[in-house]
């Protein structure tokens, strides 16, 4: 069963896409277990080209591989590890369909057909992390 989500990304975090004169891309999954955790480490290493460290941890994977198809904009399919784990950075703020993603179980939420979901940076965070990274605190 294949399942369709959109992601918007706002607040600068656009300026991460390799297109950087939309905010939004199209996913077409090919899998039943594919998480949010799943989608994040899937963002980090095949969506966002620039300052992948502003929006998640590093990738981790639990050694296993089970993998599924993923397109993204209609265009080209990859393949992608299902192992593949990946954590949002604090700052980012995250909507599904609407809804906080902490009140939909957060990183165990699995994700489905006709999902929209918003990401976003709360930008006095952000200013935050970039003072403390200035003067090395």
């Not at 975090?13 to 949010?36: P, T, W």
Request: one cysteine or more; aromatic letters at 16%.
């Amino acid at each position: 069963m294949k399942t369709k989500v959109e992601l918007k990304f706002l607040g600068g975090l656009e300026s991460y896409l390799a297109n950087k004169s939309k905010n939004y891309v199209s996913l077409e999954i090919e899998s039943e277990e594919f998480n949010f955790e799943n989608l994040i480490a899937y963002i980090r290493n095949h969506i966002i080209v620039d300052r992948k460290d502003v929006f998640s941890d590093f990738v981790m994977s639990d050694g296993n591989v089970k993998s599924c198809n993923v397109m993204i904009d209609d265009k080209e399919y990859s393949n992608y590890n299902l192992s593949d784990k990946g954590k949002i950075k604090p700052g980012i703020i995250v909507l599904i369909n609407e809804y906080d993603w902490e009140i939909l179980d957060t990183y165990t939420y699995k994700i489905k057909n006709n999902d929209k979901i918003c990401f976003f940076i709360n930008i006095t965070w952000w200013l935050i992390r970039q003072t403390f990274k200035f003067f090395n605190i």
